[in-house]
């Protein structure tokens, strides 16, 4: 038993021959049939049917991969050989994807048990790996091989391939190639302007290399712990019964100082419009408190079941979108919540990753939240972030840096 790739020494043509070879039974299973497949497995299966053995193969035609010219030169050598069975699978719900080539003797059953399909890559070129067998007949590998050959057999997927078969086959391969051809086609139109994620070394080097934007981020730390506490002090107001006008006080000056710059205030939150929605949750004291202090006990949560729980609370208050659940979140946990608003949504999309450009409550779900977060785990990986803090600052740079000029005087 050992390992087949396409190898100068040992490739997979090779395989089937040494598979094939004194064979008196060969039974094959494949989900792909090309041309070049077709050509290198003929000739090993004529050997063998001129030397008195019988093959029978089972065709996958799952995509319309399988070429017409490909089944039409191993039906042209099943016409000559009465022991040759040759079946073509039918569409069906489940894919057939077996790659399976089976050699019987009196005394030996030899296998290729691969993830290369018969085409010529397969056979030769392409990254592939297979596991070649000999066993005695009665070895368990042998009775499971039987067995599922003979499910094949009994499969009313499995037409018998003549020319009606290979005709109609043929017809509908022709439009599903003219379709994929104009698929392929707006493909690569769109794909072509994609963003190559290596470019994110590019910009990452150009973000590193400013001085001013390392101190930046040095200050969105330091503001990221300051908030901290303004958060612990808004959520600790929920223990109070009964607001009193101090406190209705304390809370609108611990929310400005997050999310306003202007009258005085610090700004600790770093997206940039929060304040203009936001403002309005200082109507709704209670209430945005009580989020405050939920906001801390889902932050040990999760992403998804964390984020869900403040949102469906955030649904009810005025001027709280997903902006302000995510910055109290990352606030409260910097590794686990990543701060989501349109600027990440712009800088992610300049990037190739498709994300609500206008998120909202209603529209972004814990696991979407879950998943975008995740995909930022990794940007963040990738520039060797220490958490979200560091993500949220450089993909906000990048938003900037992406961003398309505006048009002067109309044009």
Same mark, same amino acid.
Request: glycine share 8%; charged share 25%.
């Given at each position: 038993?050992?390992?087949?790739?396409?190898?100068?020494?040992?490739?997979?043509?090779?395989?089937?021959?040494?598979?094939?070879?004194? $064979?008196?039974?060969? /039974?094959?299973?494949?989900?792909?049939?090309?041309?070049?497949?077709? !050509?290198?497995?003929?000739?090993?299966?004529?050997?063998?049917?001129?030397?008195?053995?019988?093959?029978?193969?089972? #065709?996958?035609?799952?995509?319309?991969?399988?070429?017409?010219?490909?089944?039409?030169?191993?039906?042209? #050598?099943?016409?000559?050989?009465?022991?040759?069975?040759?079946?073509?699978?039918?569409?069906?719900?489940?894919?057939?994807?077996?790659?399976?080539?089976?050699?019987?003797?009196?005394?030996?059953?030899?296998?290729?048990?691969? /993830?290369? +399909?018969?085409?010529?890559?397969?056979? $030769?070129?392409?990254?592939?790996?297979?596991?070649?067998?000999?066993?005695?007949?009665?070895?368990?590998?042998?009775?499971?091989?039987?067995? $599922?050959?003979?499910?094949?057999?009994?499969?009313?997927?499995?037409?018998?391939?003549?020319?009606?078969?290979?005709?109609?086959?043929?017809?509908?391969?022709?439009?599903?190639?003219?379709?994929?051809?104009?698929?392929?086609?707006?493909?690569?139109?769109?794909?072509?302007?994609?963003?190559?994620?290596?470019?994110?070394?590019?910009?990452?080097?150009?973000?590193?290399?400013?001085?001013?934007? /390392?101190?930046?981020?040095?200050?969105?730390?330091?503001?990221?712990?300051?908030?901290?506490?303004?958060?612990?002090?808004?959520?600790?107001?929920?223990?109070?019964?009964?607001?009193?006008?101090?406190?209705?006080?304390?809370?609108?000056?611990?929310?400005? +100082?997050?999310?306003? /710059? !202007?009258?005085?205030?610090?700004?600790?939150?770093?997206?940039?419009?929060?304040?203009?929605?936001?403002?309005?949750?200082?109507?709704?004291?209670?209430?945005?408190?009580?989020?405050?202090?939920?906001?801390?006990?889902?932050?040990?949560?999760?992403?998804?079941?964390?984020?869900?729980?403040?949102?469906? #609370?955030?649904?009810?208050?005025?001027?709280?979108?997903?902006?302000?659940?995510?910055? #109290?979140?990352?606030?409260?946990?910097?590794?686990?919540?990543?701060?989501?608003?349109?600027?990440?949504?712009?800088?992610?999309?300049?990037?190739?990753?498709?994300?609500?450009?206008?998120?909202?409550?209603?529209?972004?779900?814990?696991?979407?939240?879950?998943?975008?977060?995740?995909?930022?785990?990794?940007?963040?990986?990738?520039?060797?972030?220490?958490?979200?803090?560091?993500?949220?600052?450089?993909?906000?740079?990048?938003?900037?840096?992406?961003?398309? $000029? !505006?048009?002067?005087?109309?044009?």
């Amino acid at each position: 038993m050992h390992l087949v790739q396409n190898l100068p020494s040992d490739n997979h043509g090779d395989a089937l021959g040494a598979v094939f070879e004194g $064979a008196g039974r060969i /039974s094959v299973a494949v989900a792909f049939l090309k041309y070049g497949g077709a !050509k290198i497995i003929g000739p090993l299966l004529e050997a063998r049917l001129e030397a008195g053995a019988t093959v029978e193969a089972f #065709i996958g035609s799952d995509f319309y991969i399988t070429e017409p010219k490909a089944l039409t030169h191993l039906l042209a #050598i099943a016409k000559r050989f009465e022991g040759f069975e040759l079946f073509l699978a039918d569409r069906a719900k489940a894919s057939f994807h077996p790659k399976l080539y089976v050699g019987r003797s009196e005394t030996q059953v030899r296998c290729l048990v691969r /993830s290369a +399909n018969l085409t010529g890559g397969a056979m $030769a070129t392409n990254e592939e790996a297979s596991l070649q067998a000999a066993v005695d007949p009665d070895a368990m590998l042998s009775t499971d091989l039987e067995a $599922a050959f003979q499910r094949y057999r009994g499969d009313a997927r499995f037409h018998e391939l003549d020319d009606l078969v290979l005709g109609q086959y043929a017809s509908r391969h022709k439009q599903a190639e003219r379709l994929r051809r104009r698929l392929e086609k707006e493909l690569e139109a769109n794909l072509t302007s994609q963003f190559d994620l290596r470019r994110l070394d590019e910009y990452h080097a150009q973000y590193l290399a400013d001085d001013d934007l /390392s101190e930046a981020l040095e200050k969105r730390r330091e503001d990221r712990a300051e908030a901290l506490k303004v958060q612990r002090s808004i959520a600790g107001l929920s223990r109070t019964p009964k607001l009193s006008r101090a406190d209705k006080a304390a809370f609108a000056d611990g929310l400005g +100082n997050l999310i306003s /710059s !202007k009258g005085g205030y610090r700004h600790l939150w770093h997206s940039g419009d929060i304040h203009r929605r936001g403002s309005e949750a200082l109507l709704h004291p209670r209430r945005t408190i009580d989020l405050f202090a939920e906001g801390r006990k889902a932050a040990k949560l999760g992403p998804e079941a964390g984020y869900e729980k403040l949102r469906r #609370i955030a649904l009810d208050i005025p001027g709280v979108g997903v902006n302000m659940i995510t910055e #109290i979140l990352c606030t409260f946990a910097p590794g686990r919540y990543a701060v989501f608003n349109g600027n990440t949504s712009g800088a992610l999309a300049a990037i190739g990753v498709a994300a609500p450009r206008n998120p909202t409550l209603t529209g972004l779900s814990g696991a979407r939240y879950a998943g975008l977060c995740a995909t930022i785990d990794a940007l963040r990986d990738r520039i060797d972030g220490a958490d979200f803090t560091d993500a949220d600052a450089f993909l906000n740079w990048l938003y900037f840096r992406t961003k398309p $000029a !505006k048009p002067v005087d109309g044009k």
